[in-house]
């Protein structure tokens, strides 16, 4: 997860490398495992990535957000089977002590917990989704406070004292 410059609103960006899940994935992965839990018990890196996700992978609508971002190559042409592919290589891992990637899953935590999050997710996905729907939104918002201005008015909120 990092921060690019550059970037007005300061959005965090997550960027993993991409993996290609074919019909041999498992194996190799389960080997290339094996040996690092075995030679580099520390240094984990394999190991870690397929920890993290798992931890980014539950069904298959994440696997394909994660197609569609290009971070999967799925030639398996099921994305359920990906999700369980994953999630069982995820579940089989001896971690060590510490993680290379426990920062940005501690991140990654906490952007999805803040109640700003979820609230700012929640009006670009329902209310902002396209020019149309935001158009309408504001149009709603700006009728809104011109009801409850008038409103105040009329029942003489702002009167003088």
């Given at each position: 997860?990092?921060f690019?410059?550059?970037?007005?609103?300061?959005?965090?960006?997550?960027?993993?490398?991409?993996?290609i899940v074919g019909d041999?994935?498992?194996?190799?992965?389960r080997?290339?495992?094996?040996?690092?839990?075995?030679?580099?018990p520390q240094?984990?890196l394999i190991?870690?990535?397929?920890?993290?996700?798992?931890?980014?992978?539950?069904t298959?609508?994440?696997?394909d957000?994660l197609v569609?971002?290009?971070v999967?190559?799925n030639?398996l042409?099921?994305?359920e089977?990906?999700?369980?592919l994953i999630n069982?290589?995820?579940?089989q891992?001896?971690e060590?002590?510490r993680?290379?990637y426990?920062e940005i899953s501690?991140?990654i935590?906490?952007h999805?917990s803040?109640?700003?999050?979820?609230?700012?997710?929640?009006?670009t996905h329902?209310?902002?989704r396209?020019?149309?729907?935001?158009?309408?939104?504001l149009?709603a918002?700006?009728v809104?406070?011109?009801?409850?201005w008038n409103f105040?008015f009329?029942s003489?909120?702002?009167s003088?004292?």
């Open positions: 997860m990092s690019l410059a550059g970037h007005q609103n300061m959005k965090p960006v997550l960027e993993l490398h991409s993996l041999a994935t498992e194996c190799v992965i080997n290339l495992m094996a040996f690092e839990q075995c030679h580099y240094e984990a190991c870690n990535y397929i920890v993290l996700l798992d931890h980014l992978i539950n298959a609508e994440d696997v957000l569609e971002k290009k999967l190559v030639w042409g099921n994305n089977a990906v999700a369980n069982k290589l995820g579940h891992i001896v060590g002590n993680s290379c426990d501690e991140k935590r906490r999805y803040s109640c700003w999050s979820k609230l700012m997710a929640t009006l329902e209310y902002f396209d020019f149309w729907r935001g158009t309408t939104t149009f918002i700006v809104l406070f011109f009801t409850l105040c009329a003489g909120c702002f003088c004292i």
